[in-house]
């Protein structure tokens, strides 16, 4: 049961990226007036938004395809789940720390539970060793 838990908790939480996928390339707004990741700190300057926008689209396919593969892998049994689970959560936190605008407001609109959720998948992950599933 726990197996099914944790594989369903990584592939949804891989899937929720489909959405911010979609906020990028704006095919519909996650909440009226959000302009993610318009204002970049790390790319908007450098690249324009609408590179941004690409750039932002592109991680957000990958991060969900880490997440699926690896959640899918927990309900097959494959013990090579671990590697591919902690790539796609590092990945998923630093390029949402990357598109992240830099201020202070509105940081749920910016990924923060995301990464939140990514650096608690990573702490039970690698520090923990949790969960075991014996294979």
């Known amino acids: 049961m726990l197996r099914f838990i944790v594989a369903a908790f990584i592939v949804l939480h891989g ?5 911010y996928f979609a906020q990028s390339r704006r095919l519909f ?5 959000m302009v993610w990741p318009d204002g970049s700190w790390a790319f908007s300057r450098l690249l324009g938004d609408e590179a941004t926008r690409w750039l932002a689209s592109l991680a957000c396919i990958l991060a ?8 899918t892998a927990i309900l097959l049994g494959q013990a090579w789940w671990r590697p ?9 936190a630093a390029v949402l720390f990357l598109l992240w605008n830099g201020k202070t407001q509105k940081l749920a609109q910016q990924g ?5 959720i990514n650096l608690a998948i990573l702490f039970y992950v690698l520090v923990f060793q949790w969960p075991d599933f014996g294979f």
Not at 64 to 71: L, M, N, Q, R, S
């Open 15 to 19: 899937l929720v990226h489909l959405l």
């Open 112 to 116: 923060a539970i995301a990464i939140l």
């Open 29 to 33: 707004e996650l909440q009226p007036g």
């Open 64 to 71: 969900a395809i880490g997440f699926v593969v690896g959640g």
């Open 84 to 92: 591919v689970v902690v790539a796609a959560a590092a990945f998923s």
